[in-house]
């Protein structure tokens, strides 16, 4: 399944880095990543190589995440869920699928939800779940909490849903949630 990161231009972020296919030509003429916020620990990709190009460029995650990096030389920053932890961009902890994982709430535009490793969309196809082999011992017990999860999103403002896993759906984002989680 296509891999996904994405820039939030006015807040500077990019989420769940990796270095762009066209190279980091792609920044020119925009304002640079400033930080670059991790929706799950294991999704650090091209962190490194946005520190390389961007001086200063700091990384985030759930605090909860923060053991992943212990004892190597990756410096991040930790957040709860509830934080800012950008301008316009809030985190909201969806941990059923590990306990580091979140949703991020972006108000700019139309506003947007980007999710980490527990809602996924295969290309033109209908938002669901990872398969059960990744979703832990216990897949009903995780579906159920992440459905519980995505439904409280429903009291927020957006219509992008964002995937680190698989195709956005710019427009529509709404309704496609409030459906998928109502047959929850």
Not at 5 to 34: K, L, R
Not at 168 to 183: D, H, M, N, Q
Request: aromatic share 10%; proline share 7%.
């Amino acid at each position: 399944m296509r891999v996904c990161s994405y820039y939030v231009e006015p807040a500077g972020v990019v989420i769940d880095p990796m270095v762009p296919d066209d190279g980091f030509e792609v920044f020119d003429g925009h304002t640079p990543p400033q930080q670059a916020i991790l929706t799950i620990r294991h999704h650090y990709r091209g962190c490194d190589e946005f520190r390389e190009r961007f001086d200063g460029l700091t990384v985030a995650c759930s605090a909860t995440g923060l053991h992943e990096f212990e004892g190597t030389d990756r410096v991040v920053e930790g957040f709860n869920g509830g934080d800012e932890v950008a301008p316009g961009i809030t985190a909201v902890g969806t941990d059923a699928i590990s306990p580091d994982d979140v949703t991020l709430h972006i108000a700019h535009g139309g506003g947007a939800l980007a999710f980490g490793d527990g809602l996924v969309r295969p290309p033109g196809g209908p938002l669901g779940f990872v398969p059960d082999n990744l979703i832990g011992d216990d897949p009903e017990t995780v579906k159920a909490a992440l459905y519980d999860a995505y439904r409280g999103l429903l009291e927020r403002d957006f219509d992008t849903l964002l995937f680190a896993h698989g195709e956005p759906l710019v427009g529509g984002g709404y309704a496609a949630l409030k459906e998928f989680v109502s047959a929850g």
